[in-house]
T-cell receptor, first 113, second 114 residues
Framework: DQQVKQNSPSLSVQEGRISILNCDYT??????FLWYKKYPAEGPTFLISISSIKDKNEDGRFTVFLNKSAKHLSLHIVPSQPGDSAVYFCAASASRGYQKVTFGTGTKLQVIP | DAEITQSPRHKITETGRQVTLACHQTWNHNNMFWYRQDLGHGLRLIHYSYGVQDTNKGEVSDGYSVSRSNTEDLPLTLESAASSQTSVYFC?????????????FGPGTRLLVL
């Protein structure tokens, strides 16, 4: 049973436009959420996180929104750049500590110049 | 610069053979992790360690073992490789500093079991 779901395996966006990556979760105990970016032949790198006490967290061009009632989070990238082309993983945890993190299956973002 | 490395980057082995994947980090992190990534599953935790001599099972630990004899290394051993263990393996390390904890991943090892 996939507790963290990324239903869009891929997404294409024009350079300069907004990219919106979505993630749904089923476990109501999850209270900490993370996004990772992964380039081919490299390991994932941490991008941004959000605690369940917040509904928004911004870091430069990246903003994560959390809707706890809908068990939904999204990552917005504005403006999108070709270097943002990568696989993005959503992850969730019921407590601090990476031993409890559950990852989604990833969304491949392609930013078209 | 501190880093986390994995070796080999690619490995082909046969069913039944013992295989060891190396992970080395120079962050001086106490926490180290092994994940596997498979299509349709995201990353799944195999084993993790909070320090020297400490090891714990993750979600998909069957057929794998780890040992932690020093801070820098967490080798992953497949006792008797199976085709179902064909995957990409990622090692990671992290350190908790107050409320902030960031996890750093290695570049991955692609393992093919024939």
């Amino acid at each position: 049973d996939q507790q963290v779901k990324q239903n869009s395996p891929s997404l294409s966006v024009q350079e300069g436009r907004i990219s919106i990556l979505n993630c749904d979760y089923t476990n109501s105990m999850f209270d900490y959420f993370l996004w990772y970016k992964k380039y081919p032949a490299e390991g994932p790198t941490f991008l941004i996180s959000i605690s369940s006490i917040k509904d928004k967290n911004e870091d430069g061009r990246f903003t994560v929104f959390l809707n706890k009632s809908a068990k939904h989070l999204s990552l917005h990238i504005v403006p999108s750049q070709p270097g943002d082309s990568a696989v993005y993983f959503c992850a969730a945890s019921a407590s601090r500590g990476y031993q409890k993190v559950t990852f989604g299956t990833g969304t491949k973002l392609q930013v078209i110049p | 610069d501190a880093e986390i490395t994995q070796s080999p980057r690619h490995k082909i082995t046969e069913t039944g053979r013992q295989v060891t994947l190396a992970c080395h980090q120079t962050w001086n992190h106490n926490n180290m992790f092994w994940y596997r990534q498979d299509l349709g599953h995201g990353l799944r935790l195999i084993h993790y360690s909070y320090g020297v001599q400490d090891t714990n099972k993750g979600e998909v630990s069957d057929g794998y073992s780890v040992s932690r004899s020093n801070t820098e290394d967490l080798p992953l051993t497949l006792e008797s490789a199976a085709s179902s263990q064909t995957s990409v393996y990622f090692c990671a390390s992290s350190e908790s500093r107050g409320t902030k904890e960031t996890q750093y991943f290695g570049p991955g090892t692609r393992l093919l079991v024939l």
